[in-house]
């Protein structure tokens, strides 16, 4: 961003980073070498607008090993080959732990709880299309870099050392293909998995990859869609109650955005429509967290109010101006602001009631400061026109910018093309 | 609603009232006689909008013993009296299944699970403030009628089936009191417990109730604030994950708004700034939430898209025009729309640069069609402005509606105005 | 005993206290006041062989509340009162850790999992026969005395402590209640449950108390029947494999006698026809079991193969002599010593086919060199016997001391009685 | 056996093979094709005593695969090759249920609950010596010939078969690896597991080999040692405890003598000193034992009183004659007969102080009546003579079959020649 303003998030980032690298808490994973003996002082932030615009802070372009964060983009790409119903009859949807001293499975279907786990990710792996080990993980590395909008590299260190530290998710794999809930064999399932797991990434890509979650599907910088909107929302949902380990539910109150962290000291998390993050440092609380990237999303949680069910404040009035009318042409006027949206559909049908119960019979409705459309608002519009025209009104829709967003309505571009059209009835 | 356009939502509620009444799938609770014994047929639903217009269909106005939908309002109210943290030190926040046939507490802290379960509600109870069960229960009864808008009774008989049905309830209280996470007596926890488990409630009233969660707190019928956003939001975050018993993670998928379901049959589901929604029928599935109420849930959840992590469509450009500029003042106008969050800050601030990259002194926003201006919006728009104040710059905010978003910026209401104000300058 | 050779026995018991007096490590029971603040330096040693002879060390004579060691006596109790099915319908008989973070019973029975552990200690307790509580426990506290043979005392202040530190156990009772398995009322079984464990006892009555188990129920101070030997191998064979908490496999493999241990540091253990044991020592280890009392259990069970799978070791042969013969009457001898077991009648049935197998038609049976005949002897003798009958043979038993151990056999004191019975044949 | 007396105990395992043949409840197990197929009407009973003898009835030699019976027998070899204490470093000794949906380990240790169920096969698989898979089989198979005293065959199908479905047990290898329990290879520990179970034994086989264990160690039929006494008695203790999966505990109470079941149908148990028992017939109980070979035992046990914690019933008086003097040359004569056990001593050493406390000095110790003489026998006695040294006393020994029990003590074959030692004194 040019010289004058600047990138005043850059700025509150890079603040940030300057307080907390000092935190020195927690431990480096002792889970393989490589990540053991991780520059333990490294520390990353970095956040992507869904208009493509990075900020970052710290060592946001050092690469580390995405780890668990791939379960989210492996469980993306099980979704879009098979769907959700397809891939929920082999993993679960509830939270769970995974105590070290035990390994369990669904009571009655033997399926692992959910895909964030390392035994649903085993599950996803299998889900992926291919037809064989190879090209699954050359799928879900494709579409690792399609998110992050570059080529990713692979480490090799760090996938022979998975393979040598590979027991317990081993007995994950065969355990689950005893209980049937993988249908694939355990050895490529095994490479699928420790390979998505050596996927080298930078914070910068973290921040990307999330906020082609938090856009539906269609990474910000490239504008390629990778997958659709209804598998980012799926994918959303689970990261927001499975991501973050046994921490989720206490994640979730106090940052509240969906995320998902990993072993190498990642996490990434996204808000819809909003923002895709990503946050690095290689100490772990005991969680299994990173200690500087927990703190980091609560403390800007906090400051920008980040929560996903977070009231949104200082609302306009949704009807700008219901008193409007052109007796002349038999026509009222309602002009309607912000989002369509349940909440105020009603006002908006109150105010057309309120300016037809006259003799008018057209009604102008005035969607130019309309700045989204929910399908709900759709629905339920239409159901107003319906009614409309079964009473024989008609209906002129305002709106410089969309088109076709109910039927049986005029549509025209401006107020002033809407009363000649009125003049010309 | 007046007779031309009608209620298209109660339109919708009932046909699928008219729909879904066939459905005889699911056994009544066998608890206590007055819930097995109750009308199976019974079917209610009704929505709340945050403007408090109630919508709904079939039995919406029979009462029944509000179970364990209560939960999420003592819940509510022990926060309000004690807030977050004091809450959580005495029980978690973190999913989990309640087997019959086993009580658990977490490992190292002997907190129930989440303030959800029976256990966590028992805390929940005991530490909502009163000098005793009387008046712990009377404060909560006293929080749902605020929320419900209206006075609630009470049913003697459920309580007194409650009490010689309490076993349970009994060992996890005192179970909870070995551990150290109950610290009131047993007894009354146990009468303040039962006693909101039988308060009466109409789905109606749960639509209302629902409505004060979504709102922020504010009853829309009434105008009372109940409790502050704050707690709103989490008791929504904790309803979102620990809701549903079992089905939590997969109602989160495919409903996706928080919800908190009872034995009795009840459901209530809200969405922050949306609506309440009130659901009834007293059969339960496999997991103890009614069916017919999740599946009414679910079919309202995919025609209007309601699920909390939906991504806002049809979205306008946010800036409006930025090439209008007044060379004569040495002056750039920016025309902001839809919503300053986190995802439209950036383009606000290009649009900035850009316009002030020219000479250009003065900044006109005009902030005039913004609908809602988040925190997230109001922070990086200081952090603009106070940048452009240390080059010199002059910003002159045009809003109709909103006063003092920003400190250091001229404050004006038309760009009428702010011409002459740019004029006299 | 007198003083030529004195008391080997005691002598090795003084010498083992000598020894482990030394031994700190462990905590006393932090669960009430007296238990925590108890002596820790008291040690006491006892043994009772099934003759009524106690040899004792260290401070035998001290008394403490006898805790869960009561659970083996109250079980007995039930099993007399009820018999082992009954029982068994509300308790199971399974070994099982009872951890503190969680509380369990048998999946689809509902019972606690054997009478050993708390939860199990109560049903007991409410099987047990009686009125009301204050019978109930009467029963309970007669039945200790008899097994001890003296009037024992009822600690009142430990008894107050223990109903103020009941949580847990009031939780395991109504747990109980709502899976059915406990059928009495909560409060009167806390009460029956915390005075049982209230009891005074010595170590030296514990030595006594196991000596009753180990006669089959014959209480070898005072000669009185207390229960039945099938009920004492019953509690027996339930303390083997569940008395010592987490470490019963443990003990079973390096002592390997039924034995059951208190918070309060006693520890009572038995080997059926040889010894009861009393030990005593307030500190207990991490599973909650004596240090020292069971240090000087391993002790002894090295030094004396108390082992109750230890095979019997210097056997004689069981056939004395199988060729004499008396040619002049027609008959053969065969003289048997030791015990009449399964192992044994093996070869008694090979010399008797030996020395019949010439014309012999009598046989002459001596058996006055047998210690022990076990009914798997007698049903196989006595199937023998009626063989012989069938192939016109005469069996005359010799005895001095047992008579009617097989039917259909002429019965004489001594071989010479026998000579003279086959000359006057 | 001749044909006079014939074999009752085979007459009596006849009658009841013929009653429980008819015992159809249960089903042959779905683990593996050859098992599922199993013919079900098979129905095999053996016993074979210490002394080699076998008796047995229906299908007695038919073969099958020993499935879990062999843990019992690789367990014995871990002991022998590695001794207990390092052996239990790796597996616990504590009884467990293996649920299906869950695998666990002990929370600290990370070791399997014990040696009798898969897990902890696996780890004593792994420990037994060898240079890899095939030498350690090789040495389970040859011990398993060992105990049976003939060659055994191997079932090439069923290891396939086994090799198919063995995604539960490999979970259970790779899960053991990574919490440091398994210390081998997965591949070739689930080789040697494999094959151990393929090994082809018959009904009259198990006899036999629990008959091995029954005597300490030493297979009856070839007098060869396999093992050692003591670990004989650690593969009971825990056969005991863990070897009939969740009814271990209601088999110890209703049978009582230490048992392990396979899937195949086969039961082996044993009693110490008694007998060793096998049992086969392919349809099994919910908990996974045959379901005939269970009732049979029950029979048997209840027929012969074969519970290891039975009291040996009708004692002889342990001191035979105690009045008898020589006064002439200042000796007591104390004639014992029976056991020398814990319980019988007491009464020796009252008899000998009794035949002392007159002036005698020497003392007469007749034991040739004695059947065994247990170790905690020669202790007491040897306290005792100890003592009668110091106090100048002479003790002469009188056994016709035993010498060197203690020392200090002049030993002599008869009472004459007793006689004649004091005569010439």
Not at 79 to 98: I, K, M, Q, T, W
Not at 279 to 294: E, I, Q, T
Request: aromatic fraction near 6%.
């Amino acid at each position: 961003m040019a010289s004058l303003i600047g990138d005043p998030i850059e700025r509150e980032l890079v603040t940030l980073h300057e307080r907390l690298k000092h935190d020195y808490r927690g431990e480096t994973s002792a889970s393989i070498p490589t990540l053991e003996h991780a520059d333990h002082r490294l520390f990353g932030l970095a956040v992507c607008t869904p208009d493509g615009y990075v900020s970052a802070a710290g060592d946001a372009d050092v690469e580390f090993s995405v780890q668990s964060i791939s379960k989210a983009f492996t469980y993306a790409l099980a979704l879009s080959d098979r769907g959700l119903e397809s891939v929920h009859e082999h993993v679960g949807a509830e939270p769970s732990g995974e105590a070290f001293s035990a390994i369990s499975l669904e009571e009655e279907t033997g399926r692992p709880d959910n895909p964030m786990i390392n035994a649903g990710a085993l599950v996803t792996c299998a889900l992926v299309s291919g037809a064989d080990a190879h090209e699954k993980y050359e799928r879900i590395h494709a579409l690792m870099e399609a998110c992050a909008g570059r080529s990713l590299g692979f480490d090799e260190t760090v996938y022979e050392e998975e393979q040598g530290a590979s027991d317990r998710n081993r007995a994950l794999a065969h355990f689950m293909r005893s209980a049937g809930s993988l249908t694939d064999e355990v050895d490529p399932t095994m490479e699928v998995y420790l390979k998505q797991c050596s996927v080298l990434v930078s914070t910068r890509d973290l921040a990307v990859m999330g906020a082609t979650l938090a856009t539906g599907g269609v990474n910000p910088l490239t504008g390629d869609r990778v997958f659709s909107g209804t598998v980012a929302r799926h994918v959303l949902t689970v990261m927001a109650t499975c991501g973050m380990y046994d921490y989720s539910g206490e994640w979730l109150l106090t940052v509240g955005t969906p995320a998902k962290s990993g072993v190498s000291g990642g996490l990434i998390t996204a808000s819809p429509g909003q923002f895709g993050m990503g946050l690095f440092s290689p100490k772990l609380d005991a969680r299994g967290n990173s200690v500087r990237a927990v703190a980091a999303s609560q403390d800007l949680a906090d400051r920008y109010e980040l929560h996903a069910l977070t009231l949104p404040g200082g609302n306009l009035p949704v009807v700008r101006e219901s008193e409007e009318r052109w007796p002349e042409y038999g026509a009222g006027v309602v002009a309607v602001q912000g989002d369509l949206v349940f909440a105020s559909m009603r006002g908006v049908l109150s105010a057309i009631e309120a300016v037809l119960e006259s003799s008018d019979r057209v009604l102008v409705l005035d969607l130019d400061r309309v700045t989204r459309v929910h399908q709900v608002g759709e629905r339920i519009l239409q159901g107003a026109i319906d009614r409309l025209e079964e009473h024989d009104h008609e209906v002129v829709i305002v709106d410089g910018a969309r088109r076709g967003i109910v039927s049986g309505a005029v549509e025209v571009e401006s107020l002033d093309e809407a009363r000649e059209w009125c003049a010309a009835r």
